[in-house]
Structure formats: C-alpha cells, structure tokens
C-alpha cells in the first residue's frame, strides 16, 4: 500500500531522507536557476504569443506539481522554446492574440496535454513517444529553431508581423519592412551581439581571470539579465517608449491567479491534437533531459511516472494562469551543474518566482520586448543543428529522407503536418526495409558445422537442397516476398527436392506469415518438394504449434541446420513423414 | 531489346511455341467459361449499378489486354464481386444511379485504377500490396460478401432501397418494407434456392449418376444459366413484368462502344483514393489466384508484369464502356479446370462474348432483376468465412483484432474506411509488438559453449558480467526501451562491470537506435560498466562501421558471446581499450 503510494507520489521516498547538506546544495541551486529564469520566462511567454506574467506563472505551480510526482531529481520544468512555439502556432488558430480568449486556449492547451500525459502514465503507455524516431525530433527540433528566430525578426525590428511558417513569416516580414523603427534595431542588435558575445567568449574570458568554474558559469547564465537590465535602464532614460520602442509595459503585482481552462466542446476538439502533439513531444524532450542526467549519478528515472509528474505539472499550470510546460533542456542542466540533489530545489526556484511576480514585476515595465527577442534567438539558435543531415546520409538513407522530410515540411508547412510527415515516413521506411528482407542461400563450410551464404564463401551444396536462411522476422509487409522467393528458386532448378527455411533471426511469425507459409508448403507439395524449418525459437514454435501448420508441413522441423544437412543430403530420397521435431 | 519487350510482352514469350493440342485445350475452355460468364457479366453490373451490357463490355477489351501483357496462363479477368461493390460505393458518391454521369465515373474509375496499376508496375512497386496483411483482406471480403448479399435483398424484395453500409441498407430495406412486390419474391426466392441446391448438391448427383467429372462441373457451373433461362421465359410468358417485376429491358446489341473517361479535375480527385483502393485490393485478389494456379503448373508469375496486365486490362475497361476489373477467383479456376494453356484461352473467351453482345441481348429483355441478384447472392456467400476469427484468435490476439476491426468497420462505416482501419491497425500492433522486443539474460551452459536464459536454464553466470541477448532488430520503436533496460539492468546490481549485448537476432540498427546505443554506452561510461557487442552480423556490422560508435565504444565486438565470456569473466579487470574486432 505504502510502496504503492510511493510509486506514484515520489517525494515520500527521497522526502524521508532530506538531510541539511541536500538543503543547503538544493538552496544554492535554486538561488541561480531562479535568476536564470526570470528573463527566460518572460522570453518564452512572449514567444507562445502570452502576457510576460505567463510565463512566470507557468513555471511556478509546476516545479512543485513537479516535485511532488516526477521521477528525476535535476529536472527542471517550466515554459521550453519548442513548446512555446507549438502553443503559439495551436492557439493560434482559434483566438487571437492578445484577447481574453488567446490566454483561456493556453490554459485549455495545458490542460489537454496535462490530462492526455497522466492518462498515458496511468495506463503505462510511454512507449508511445517511441514513433518520434531521433532523425524526426532531430530535424523538428532543428526546424522548430529556424522558425522560433524567424519569428523574433519582428520584435527586434519593430514591426507587427505574423504567420506560422517561414514563408509566411518572411514574407509577413517583408511586406511590413517600411515600419522598421531603428531604435528598436539598435537594441534588438546590441543585444543580440551581446547575447552571442556572453555564451561564446565569457566563460573562457573569466576562467583565464581567475574566476572559479562555477561562478563563470553563473556568471554566463545570468548575460540575459544583464541585458534586461541595460536595456531597460536605456529606455526608461531616455524615454524610448515614446519613440517607438515597443515595451514590456504593466505586469500585474501578484501570486499566480486561481484560472480555469476553457472547456467548450469547440475548443477542446480544436485543440486537441495540438495537446497530444506538445504532450508527446514535451514527454520526449523531458525524459531524455532526465535520463541523461539521472545516468551521470547512477539514478534512473521511470518513464511512465514522468508521464504523471509532467501531466500533473501540466494540469497545475492550466489553473495558475500558465500554460504548456515541460522539462527544459537549459534549465535542468543549470540546475544539475549547481549542485541540485532533490526536487526540493525546484520547490525553492517556485518560491523564488512567487517572490520575483509579487515583488519585481514593476520593476520591468521598460524592458524592451527587442531584448526578450534576442535572448530567445540566442537561445534557439544553439537548437539548430543541421549536421544531422551529414549524420544521417553517412548512415542510412532513410534516416536521411525522415530528417529531410520534416526540416522541410516543418518550416514550410507548419509544425504540426511537420511532425506527422515525419512519423509518417519513418513507418513506412522501416515498413519499405523489412518488406525486402535479406535471405541468403547457405551451404556447408567443409569440416565444420557452420553454414555461410553460398555466394560469399567457398561451401559445399546439394543440388536437391536449397537451405535459405531468412534475416528478418516474418510479417505481413515481408510474407508476400518469402512466397515469391521460394517459388522463384525452386523453379529454377530442376533438382530441387528439398527447401530448409533456417529461422535462428525469426523473431516473429503473424497469421498472414503463418498463412504464406502454408501457401508455400501447399505449392511445394504440389511440385513434389519437401519444406523443412530449422533453429526456430522457442516462442516462434509455441506460435506454430497453435496452427495446423505444423502437421500439414511436408517436412520436417529439426533443432540445427546441421541436423537438417546430415537428414536431407545423401541418400536419394529420405522418409520424410517421420516425427516432427520440437 | 527482344528480351527486354519480351519482359513486358509476355505473349511474344508463349505465342512462339503455340500448336493445335495448345488450341483446342483453349478453345473448349473458352466456351464453358464464355457461358459461365454470361448471366455473371449482367449481375455484376447490376452490382456495380450499372446498365447489364457494361459488364459484358468489361469482360471483353480487358481480357484480350491481359492476353497481351500478364503472365499468367489461366487468370481470366474482368468484372468481379468485391470490384463491383466498390465501384458502387465509390461512384454513388459523385453521381446519381442510372445517369449519364455514373457510367461516365466507372470510367474514370477504370482508367485512374489502370493508369495506378501500370505506374507501380513499371516502378516495379507491387510490395506496396503487401501492407494489406491477410487478416485484413480476409476480413474485408468476408465483410464485402455480407455487404454484397445485403445490397441485393432489395431486387429479392422488389423495392428500391439504397444505401452503402450495413445500418444504412437494412434501415432503407425497412421504411421500404410496404412496397414488396410478392411476384418478384417468389422468383428471387425460388432462384436463390435453386441455385444453392445446385451449387451444394448438383455435382455430387451428377456424378452418381456417371456423368463425367469436368462435364459434371460445366453443368453446375452453368447452374445461373438455367435459373436465366427459365425465369426469363416465366416472365416473358405470363407477363409479370406488367405485374410489377422488375426485368432488364432493352440491352444494345452492339460490340463494345468507344468510350472516353471523364477528367474533370474534380471527378478525378473524387476518386483518386477509391481507385487505389480498387486497384490494389483487386492486385491481391488477382496475384493471390495466379499464383495458386501457376504453382499447380509449377510456373511462375511476375507480380510486377501482373500490375501491368492488370492496368492494361483497366485501361482497356475505361475506353471500351466496361468498369474497373480484375482476375477473379472463380471464373480463373473454371478456367484452369476446363484445361485452358495459355492466354489465347481468354481471347477466344473475348470473342465468345463478343458475339454475345452482338446476337444474344435480346433475349434476356424479360430476365428479372430477382434472378441476377440470387446469382450474385449465391456466389458471394462463398466469400464469406468467419471462421477467420476463430482462427486468428487461436493464432494471435493481435491477428484477431485485425480482423474484428475490418469486418465491423467495414459493414458500419463502409468499405474504404474499413479497410484504411485495417492496415493502420496492421501496422500500429506490428510496431506495438516489436516496442517492447523480447530479451533474454543469457549464462553459459555448463560444458558448453551455448548460452540460454537464466530464467528457463541452469546456467553458470558472473555478476560482474550482464549479457543481454536482444530478439529483434532495433530501431526508433523500440530504441529507447532498450536504453530503459539497460540502465534497469545495471542500476539494480552494484558490481557489474560489463554488458553484452548479443546480437545474433538483430537485423537492423537505424540511426535513432544508433544514437540509443551511443546513449547507452556513455552512460555506462559514466557508470564505470564497460558495453561490448557480440555475433554482430555482416550488414550490422558495415552500418556500424560508418558511425562513430565502434570507435567510441568503452568495450569491445567479439564475434562469438563465448569468446565474450572468456574474455570478460574471471580476471578483476580486463582491459577493454584493445582492438576492435570485426
């Protein structure tokens, strides 16, 4: 009972043990992430299209939800780029930005997503997340990066425009190039320039000062606000607002807000495959982040339980003003380098933002939306990573075409036909694979018991016998083939009288190649030809043993090729009604 | 070059050697199947919802086509059941039954379904047939049967109805019901019954009374002429057509007219997927009965070529005033049993039917529509078979549910969805089935070299050594339950210092299941637990070799798992930064 409340509601288990080192290396952690997170969230809100207050929100009741029911004990859960998009572009097509409706789809978005990952964890369905094949996340992820700096060009140029694929974002940008305001530019670049400047050459630069490791890490991580802050400071003397430099402007005073999603049938059929498409691709850039991060540590994480944990998160923020979170790549590292041991420390970096909404909100009022523009850009551009198309054609070709595929698709016609193009055609590319599997014809290595391709090695063979060793298991997709194979071969030669289907790589054998088998038994009795199996695995003949197959076969099972070699060659023709081998 | 056209023109192939023993064989073949075909023409096309004289158009321009370019020696083809059906279903979506326009839509079914077939033909494409699993067509004729027998109540009945699914035609049958017309019950019952008694018992009697078995066969076969004939001069001599029965009427008494299909872009989106589905399922249904029949002949066909012929045929149907066709099951065996040799057999049956158009329309002015339908209805229950459930659910529950999905879905949503239910089902159990893939801890037989299961065996095993034998190739469905295991695996035991991974039964390793095997092995780095392959295959192998993983890899390939347990157990620590072997 208590094991079993402790599967799904993890924090009784290392909240038994919480000593004051884990406190205070927990603290420390927190303090960093939360400064970290500030601007970030702020960022991210602006990128899904929400008020800046959104994406503090979004990452408060979720890093306790979080803490509660997740699994991993650096995970830190909160707005993530590629999922800011995804809302974006899903709300996108039912309300529109910046109306009271825009803010409910999200909490309706978080919710769906939230009640689709807890329903997956309960029913223990993680494996679903396995359809994203790594060359379709790889190329989402790279082609979610293009399109989430395209989609910046604007704040930093000072101009409104809008779409949700790069054509009709550049195009968008284009048409509106005459309402560049060059302040905005000037910030927008200077910061940008100074972003780039900080994650490349700073760390190096404090390191060879003198400063300690993890302090020119803090250091780097906390560049956005330093930004924020210059930059804000910039406007608010000089009065930028007034000519034209679009700002951040009022942010409420107060603790995340009791909200409730939207829940009309309407918006929840709308929103619904965009929920089950942030979920799925949430889950797997968050189990991944864990998993990573659990090995260096020798923890593991449960999978299914993550569901929960995100799910919970998810829910949290659909009724706290937030909306879709996930486990962000940045943020857990941040958090894992200094020096977390618990999911405590998430519940600290809460209260830090709880504090930083009351208290700091006034405080950036001035900050230019060009600034948050180019910490998101900064930050996706490390996203975008097109030597996957070099790995994959080294590879395989057709890890190549699912990469190429969904780059394309996803920039030009949008992240969700992106995603499903790309699971589309890595199914059907393994399904192509395994169509065509290779069998080869093996004969005797003279003086040993081994059998080797006949066209690769120097064996012996028998005219009579014809032994094809199939390298793949038999399905629907491959049965067809099996049966033109063999027909093929046998009618070739005149002398056949004997074919062995060595099974050692036979995983599996479904009805319809149950029923190609039988066909080939059936029309090589009908020739005079005897069909033999041989090495079939243990749950490959329980199968058979269900079906007929085995007492119509016109031949023999026997446990080794060997055995088969020693039985079939030699004399003219053997007895071949005898018992069947099991 | 010859060769080449010989390839695609099969006939230049068997015409060369053709003599007179060849010639009569074909011709005495041609005239039972010429009568056979008949009264099957008119009801097909009756199914279909087309004038009667269609379905003798269909059997003649294709069937001389088919000579021409398919391969095999006994398939005839033209107008079938399930084809028939489909073309209902489809067309009855873009036009009125009985227009212009719906005879026009058969066309451009025929010539779309023709032109699909020819391009996989000469792309040499047929394997995509095989995405339709046996389960799945098993399930769909069946189904089809019921939905076929269920169509044609109504001419039993007398009464208009209309409808293309099970709920809708027995609903329409209903509000109908005051409408029946008894004449034309009595004649529909009384065919059906007559033609089942002699489906079931003709044979048989024939037989005890000495008649000789192929004769005994022509004159069941021609079972539907006798129930023609006979109704036909009951309603033509007490003129129960005045009565209310529904007869045939005027029938052209022409050759095949030129006709040309319609291409209105919009006719042909509409029925772009109707027609890959007729197309394809007819390609599996045709290929299915040419291999049986070449097999007894110990013959080959080419499924490739098949497209071919097939397409040819379609084209043929689509100018000549036919619809979509195929090379159906029983006319083929009629065919084959009444000693056909070589295609020529099909063009003398083309001629026959030819001068059927020409002379013999007249007279079937008075057959009642009742009679067409019990030959239809009496033919397709042979299509029917449940006991395909039984027998997928002995097999394998995931069969089953293949089977169970297409036949509900297709009596209650209709054939297109039914099937499109059953390949995706097909597909998503198969990839289920290979998510979490068989994989067995493995120790040393005692004496031997062998290794079996720890948990079915009595085998000699080291704890610092875990060996993993996976069953089934890895790739991006299951890549990451691997990584899960793994980490499982070695979390759970504090000394393990290696793992091996036996891939004897692996087939392919994709790039997101590279990228998991990377994975795996820096986390096992990270643990200080070294990661080796064994019984590598030679195309796993190569492919590896073109990633970084063999370099990378904190561990070594040894060719067979003894030589990795000779190597891995024993001493305290080995050194594993030696060679690779390949």
Chains 1, 2 share one sequence.
């Not at 760390?203 to 210059?230: C, F, H, I, R, Y």
């Amino acid at each position: 009972m208590i094991e079993n409340l402790r599967r799904y509601v993890p924090i009784l288990d290392w909240g038994r043990t919480y000593d004051r080192t884990a406190l205070s290396n927990d603290m420390i952690a927190a303090v960093i992430v939360t400064i970290m997170l500030i601007p970030q969230s702020f960022a991210y809100a602006l990128l899904a299209g929400l008020p800046p207050e959104a994406g503090i929100y979004a990452s408060i009741a979720p890093i306790f939800l979080y803490a509660i029911f997740g699994t991993s004990r650096a995970l830190a859960v909160g707005p993530v780029a590629v999922v800011s998009l995804l809302t974006a572009s899903a709300i996108g097509q039912v309300a529109e930005q910046g109306t009271a409706g825009y803010a409910v789809a999200a909490l309706t978005l978080a919710f769906l997503s939230g009640g689709f990952l807890v329903l997956l964890g309960v029913f223990r369905l993680g494996f679903l997340a396995n359809f994203l094949s790594h060359p379709v996340i790889a190329g989402f992820i790279t082609a979610s990066g293009i399109l989430i700096a395209t989609s910046q060009l604007k704040h930093i140029l000072g101009v409104s425009a809008h779409g949700h694929t790069l054509p009709e974002m550049l195009s968008s940008i284009f048409s509106h190039l005459s309402e560049v305001n060059f302040i905005t530019v000037v910030i927008g670049v200077a910061a940008t320039g100074f972003l780039f400047w900080v994650r490349k050459n700073l760390k190096p630069t404090l390191k060879k000062l003198g400063v300690p490791s993890l302090m020119a890490d803090v250091l780097t991580k906390a560049g956005p606000v330093a930004a924020v802050v210059s930059t804000t400071v910039a406007v608010w003397a000089f009065g930028l607002d007034d000519r034209g430099v679009k700002i951040v402007g009022d942010v409420p005073q107060s603790l995340p807000p009791l909200t409730l999603p939207g829940l009309s049938p309407d918006l929840l059929s709308a929103l619904l495959i965009p929920a089950i498409l942030i979920s799925i691709i949430g889950f797997v850039e968050s189990v991944s982040v864990a998993q990573t991060l659990a090995a260096k540590k020798r923890q593991r994480i449960d999978p299914d339980q993550e569901l929960i944990g995100l799910g919970a998160a998810n829910i949290g923020a659909a009724f706290t003003g937030g909306y879709p979170v996930t486990g962000g790549f940045s943020r857990s590292v941040v958090n894992f380098d200094a020096g977390a041991e618990t999911p405590a420390a998430g519940i600290y970096t809460a209260i830090g933002l709880a504090i930083a909404a009351m208290a700091l909100t006034p405080l950036v009022y001035y900050l230019p939306n060009a600034t948050l523009a180019a910490t998101i850009i900064v930050a996706v551009l490390s996203l975008v990573d097109l030597s996957i198309l070099s790995k994959t054609w080294g590879y395989s070709r057709a890890d190549f075409a699912a990469v190429a595929v969904t780059i394309l698709l996803t920039l030009v016609l949008g992240v969700e036909i992106g995603v499903a193009a790309g699971v589309a055609i890595s199914v059907l590319l393994h399904l192509y694979k395994t169509s065509r599997p290779h069998v080869a014809e093996v004969g005797l290595v003279p003086g040993t018991q081994h059998f080797r391709n006949i066209h690769r090695h120097k064996v012996e063979t028998d005219p009579a016998l014809v032994s094809l060793r199939v390298d793949e298991s038999l399905y629907f997709v491959n049965a067809r083939f099996l049966e033109d194979l063999v027909q093929r071969r046998v009618t070739e030669g005149c002398d056949v009288r004997h074919v062995v289907l060595i099974f050692s790589a036979v995983n599996e054998v479904d009805f319809s190649a149950l029923e190609s088998l039988e066909a080939i038994n059936q029309r090589l009795k009908d020739m005079d030809v005897g069909l033999h199996l041989s090495e079939v695995k243990g749950p490959v003949m329980d199968r058979l043993k269900r079906s007929h197959f085995l007492n119509d076969l016109n031949g023999k099972v026997f446990l080794s090729q060997y055995d088969a070699w020693q039985n079939l060659t030699g004399d003219d023709r053997i007895n071949i009604d005898s018992n069947i081998e099991g």
